[in-house]
T-cell receptor, first 108, second 111 residues
């Protein structure tokens, strides 16, 4: 069985401060890990995926297989980063399993 | 630019009604999915389909069924709506490279 855990429901940071969203997973094989974001009144969209190893909107995420984690980080949060963030995992069957989500609020 | 279209943004239905939620994608994707999104629970997979006339149960299929008669269309059916099916329903499609494209969602209220 595959499972994704996001321990923080809410995260509030000040503009310019670093932000880190935690994600832990359980999966017996080699998973694909993703971060999805949903801005207010917009559809859910892909933020980044570990296999591409790219930085999107200043966010990065490193897959740590030893700790089974895929934390999302940004060194300097911006107000436009306020959104709901979901960590997701896909196994060999293309199904995505999502965490419960973390709501990020960036305050001026 | 819209690639996954859900026919209704808001729906209000009565308990016991049969409800159809429609989803159409124009990207020629093989895979289509229905999720429900609830606060504190994230997205939970209801049903998915890898091909026309093919369907597989997800994690919470009870009370739901699906239909995929054409590649571009994937319908979610609530056979007899109940109040605990009040939720946001999200449709998604993907090619085999795992990238999902989501629709804008249908917020269903069952009264």
């Amino acid at each position: 069985a595959q499972r994704v855990t996001q321990p923080e429901k809410l995260l509030s940071v000040f503009k310019g401060a670093p932000v880190e969203l935690k994600c832990n997973y359980s999966y017996s094989g080699s998973p694909e890990l993703f971060w999805y974001v949903q801005y207010s009144r917009q559809r859910l969209q892909l933020l980044l995926r570990h296999i591409s190893r790219e930085s999107i909107k200043g966010f990065t995420a490193d897959l740590n297989k030893g700790e089974t984690s895929f934390h999302l980080k940004k060194p300097f949060a911006q107000e436009e980063d306020s959104a709901m963030y979901y960590c997701a995992l896909s196994g060999s069957d293309y199904k995505l399993s999502f965490g419960a989500g973390t709501t990020v609020t960036v305050r001026a | 630019d819209v690639k996954v279209t859900q026919s209704s943004r808001y729906l209000v239905k009565r308990t016991g009604e049969k409800v159809f939620l429609e989803c159409v994608q124009d990207m020629d994707h093989e895979n289509m999915f229905w999720y429900r999104q609830d606060p504190g629970l994230g997205l939970r997979l209801i049903y998915f389909s890898y091909d026309v006339k093919m369907k597989e149960k997800g994690d919470i299929p009870e009370g739901y069924s699906v239909s995929r008669e054409k590649k571009e269309r994937f319908s979610l059916i609530l056979e007899s709506a109940s109040t605990n099916q009040t939720s946001m329903y999200l449709c998604a499609s993907s090619h085999t490279d795992y990238g999902y494209t989501f629709g804008s969602g249908t917020r269903l209220t069952v009264v």
